[in-house]
Each structure stands twice: as C-alpha cells, then as structure tokens.
C-alpha cells in the first residue's frame, strides 16, 4: 500500500483522533484486496474522514458511522460529497472486519447514529486505535 493511501495527520486534536481507526480501515481494506488510492481526515461537526478507493468512496462520521457510494469530490478541510451514498450501518465504530467484508459484499445492517456532543466514550475508543 503507498503512504499516500493512509491519512495524514489532522492539526486539529479532535479530528486526529480517528487517525488510528481511519488508518487501520484502510490496512483492513486493502488486506481484502480493495486498492485504497488516498485518504483524509475532514472538519469536525461532525468529525469525519474519507476512503477513496478507484470512482468510490467511503466516509466516516461520528454521528452515523460509515457511508459509500461513488466519489464526487472533496479533499480534506472540505467536506466529501458522493453520489448515490448508503449507509453501512451497523454502529458508528463498526468493526473492520465488517468494513472490509460488507463494502466487498454490497451488504449493510441497520442504522445506529449517535448525538452531537454525546458524552459515549466514542473518543476514548477511537484512542485504542493506533497507527
């Protein structure tokens, strides 16, 4: 995989928080054969971050979790805009096995989101990933 694939560092802290999740979905990604050409970490409000892999994307936020569809533009300090997106579902820090196994496979589960500000403890499992 080419470091250009991995996200960068995000100057804001809250933001680089994901850097660890984001970072290991991209290995899990590419581990199931998908070819990741970048990543990047994006605003917060929510804190989200963007895959593109070939004319797809996939976007992360902390209020909905994991969303794909085809790749219109963005960059990051730029919002991520896809066409035709759907959700994945199944909780906003799903696993990356699931990841890699549902965009390979078409398949999602059912929609969790999660409030703006919530008090979950999202950020302190988003620090168990490291990269």
């Known amino acids: 995989m080419s470091d250009s694939a ?67 533009s963005g960059r990051q300090g730029e919002r991520t805009v896809l066409k035709d997106a759907r959700h994945l579902g199944g909780g906003v820090l799903l696993s990356l096995l699931d990841l890699a196994a549902m965009v390979g496979s078409g398949t999602s589960k059912p929609l969790t989101t999660r409030e703006a500000n919530a008090s979950d403890g999202l950020f302190d499992a988003l620090r168990n990933y490291r990269a």
Do not use: K
Not at 13 to 40: F, P
């Open 6 to 72: 991995y996200p960068a560092h995000h100057p804001v802290q809250q933001v680089d928080t994901a850097h660890g999740y984001i970072t290991e979905a991209v290995a899990s990604l590419q581990s199931q054969g998908i070819r990741v050409d970048r990543s990047h970490l994006d605003p917060m409000g929510p804190v989200d971050a963007t895959i593109i892999f070939g004319d797809n994307a996939l976007v992360w936020d902390e209020w909905t979790g994991w969303r794909v569809g085809t790749y219109v």
